[in-house]
Nanobody, 114 residues
Framework: VQLQASGGGWVQPGGSLRLSCAAS????????IGWFRQVPGKEREGISC????????WYGDSVKGRFTSSRDIAKNAVNLQMNSLKPADTAMYYC????????WGQGTQVTVSS
């Protein structure tokens, strides 16, 4: 059983990245998937969530209108499309799968700078 976040990297301000949270050993569509980010010295911030059944999405104010979360059922994954990236978006990004139990993926670093 494993949850893996990928897709991070370096991008210039205004650019885009797409993160993926992929599961192995369990079906991700039965879980609510949250995206979080953290910078050193600060608390982990929840930025997005997609529910298990209806696929309802929620976004934090800091990313609303720029980030979009969606499910890729065929790949047993959830994607986070990040557009109009800002230097303030620089952080380690994590995904979490939650049902009756919780799985965390390892982080993927996103760096936004010129």
């Amino acid at each position: 059983v494993q949850l893996q976040a990928s897709g991070g990297g370096w991008v210039q301000p205004g650019g885009s990245l797409r993160l993926s949270c992929a599961a192995s050993g369990f079906a991700l569509d039965n879980y609510a998937i949250g995206w979080f980010r953290q910078v050193p010295g600060k608390e982990r911030e929840g930025i997005s969530c997609i529910t298990a059944s209806e696929g309802v999405t929620w976004y934090g104010d800091s990313v609303k209108g720029r980030f979009t979360s969606s499910r890729d059922i065929a790949k047993n994954a959830v994607n986070l499309q990040m557009n109009s990236l800002k230097p303030a978006d620089t952080a380690m990004y994590y995904c979490r799968a939650e049902s009756s139990i919780v799985f965390w993926g390892q982080g993927t670093q996103v760096t936004v700078s010129s």
